[in-house]
């Protein structure tokens, strides 16, 4: 499954509202997750089952969607929420990541 | 806390084999996959394969002719070797678990294939 998102750069400034978009070669489900990488780090999980918020996410952050189009939303950008944003379908086998949107500061 | 810690060889000359090894702590991931995923420039997060802890293995198709993973549940280790590396599997290599998705991580390693 091919996941697309987009756009593959969001320039905001903080305090600004952040639409993150992923699209979905094919449905699945609601078996989507998003994390959050920022430089040198691992990736940390954000949203999983596409709209449930992980241990300790900021309520600011909040996912949508179901079968193929979904949405990460960023209420209110803080300094921290800088970085880059991938989807991850584990609806089927290989697991698959999206290419990534980087959220940086206008 | 559950942490993981990958190790291994930084540097792999091409045509040999990468060999990574994955140290469980904190808690026990026994109930979960352990995931391997690599982050390259070129291609982004790849899913490499998983592995549970009685040994069952299920790798990504382009890979699966190159890669193993095994399991040493008495060490609480994990291993992966990629097998024939090129350039092309210069990538920062990361160790992943959770009950459905990817709530523990790894710090990564970078792992640059050159002679």
């Known amino acids: 499954i091919v996941l697309t998102q987009s756009p593959a750069t969001l320039s905001l400034s903080p305090g600004e509202r952040a639409t993150l978009s992923c699209r979905a070669s094919q449905s699945v489900s609601s078996y989507l997750a998003w994390y959050q990488q920022k430089p040198g780090q691992a990736p940390r999980l954000v949203i999983y089952d596409a709209s449930n918020r992980a241990t300790g996410v900021p309520a600011r952050f909040s996912g949508s969607g179901s079968g193929t189009d979904f949405t990460l939303t960023i209420s209110s950008l803080e300094p921290e929420d800088f970085a880059v944003y991938y989807c991850?379908?584990?609806?089927?086998?290989?697991?698959?990541f999206g290419q990534g949107t980087k959220v940086e500061i206008k | 806390q559950v942490q993981l810690q990958e190790s291994g060889p930084g540097l792999v000359k091409p045509s040999e084999t990468l060999s990574l090894t994955c140290t469980v702590s904190?808690?026990?991931?026994?109930?979960?996959?352990l995931t391997w995923i690599r982050q390259s420039a070129g291609k982004g997060l790849e899913w490499i394969g998983r592995i549970d802890s009685g040994g069952s293995t299920s790798y990504n198709p382009p890979l699966k002719s190159r890669v193993t993973m095994s399991v040493d549940t008495s060490k609480k280790q994990y291993s992966l070797k990629l097998k024939s590396v090129t350039a092309a599997d210069t990538a920062v290599y990361y160790c992943?678990?959770?009950?459905?998705?990817?709530?523990?991580w790894g710090q990564g390693t970078l792992v640059t294939v050159s002679s």
């Open positions: 992943a678990s959770g009950r459905v998705v990817f709530d523990y």
């Open positions: 991850q379908q584990y609806s089927n086998w290989p697991r698959t």
């Open positions: 904190g808690g026990s991931i026994s109930a979960y996959y």
